[in-house]
T-cell receptor
Framework: KAGVTQTPRYLIKTRGQQVTLSCSPI?????VSWYQQTPGQGLQFLFE???????NKGNFPGRFSGRQFSNSRSEMNVSTLELGDSALYLC?????????????FGSGTRLTVV | ELKVEQNPLFLSMQEGKNYTIYCNYS?????LYWYRQDPGKSLESLFV?????AVKQEGRLMASLDTKARLSTLHITAAVHDLSATYFC??????????????FGGGTRLMVKP
């Protein structure tokens, strides 16, 4: 079956711009979560969506937002980009409620802010 | 706040040797995951540990979970160069609004030398 698809794979943006990243989960998976990976801070939880509702958010400023659509696809948006937002953004999907509870990660979007 | 500590952070090994990576965490959780990450790539799921005493093995890697000690180990047997990568443990916890989130350790960068 198809895995988790993230687009685009690479992005270069200028400080002050905004960016939207997309994540299509595995078919049937209704939970999508987002993580930021940087060399300095490691892997950090951004937020999680289930059935179009954000259930949890990590310790990130309000410039980071997201949403989930009825087909479970999710987008995250970062406004007023800062140099420190340069990172690998990973999306994970999971199927809540099975014994094989786990997370499958997409290939990531590497964002560079210049 | 949940803390997940991995050690060592860097491990250089000779091929054929055995070693263990440790993952300690600071709060109660019954679910812990191990991931592998190659440079510039996403996270590849290695093991899903869902209960106290869980032990899983795949090839030269074996993972275990002791929820009472809040400790998981990833044991490498007879290391080969192909195992060179960064390994992360991640603890799955429930957030304030019913959703789950992963808290990652800092990662162990493994280099296996011939």
């Amino acid at each position: 079956k198809a895995g988790v698809t993230q687009t685009p794979r690479y992005l270069i943006k200028t400080r002050g711009q905004q960016v939207t990243l997309s994540c299509s989960p595995i078919s049937g998976h209704r939970s999508v979560s987002w993580y930021q990976q940087t060399p300095g801070q490691g892997l950090q939880f951004l937020f999680e969506y289930f059935s179009e509702t954000q259930r949890n958010k990590g310790n990130f400023p309000g410039r980071f937002s997201g949403r989930q659509f009825s087909n479970s696809r999710s987008e995250m948006n970062v406004s007023t980009l800062e140099l420190g937002d340069s990172a690998l953004y990973l999306c994970a999907s999971s199927f809540i409620g099975t014994a094989n509870y786990g997370y499958t990660f997409g290939s990531g979007t590497r964002l560079t802010v210049v | 706040e949940l803390k997940v500590e991995q050690n060592p952070l860097f491990l250089s090994m000779q091929e054929g040797k055995n070693y263990t990576i440790y993952c300690n965490y600071s709060t109660t959780s019954d679910r812990l995951y191990w991931y592998r990450q190659d440079p510039g790539k996403s996270l590849e799921s290695l093991f899903v540990l869902l209960s106290n005493g869980a032990v899983k093995q795949e090839g030269r890697l074996m993972a275990s979970l002791d929820t009472k000690a809040r400790l998981s180990t990833l044991h490498i047997t007879a290391a080969v160069h192909d195992l060179s990568a960064t390994y992360f443990c991640a603890v799955d916890t429930r957030g304030n609004n019913a959703g789950n989130m992963l808290t990652f350790g800092g990662g162990t960068r493994l280099m296996v030398k011939p």
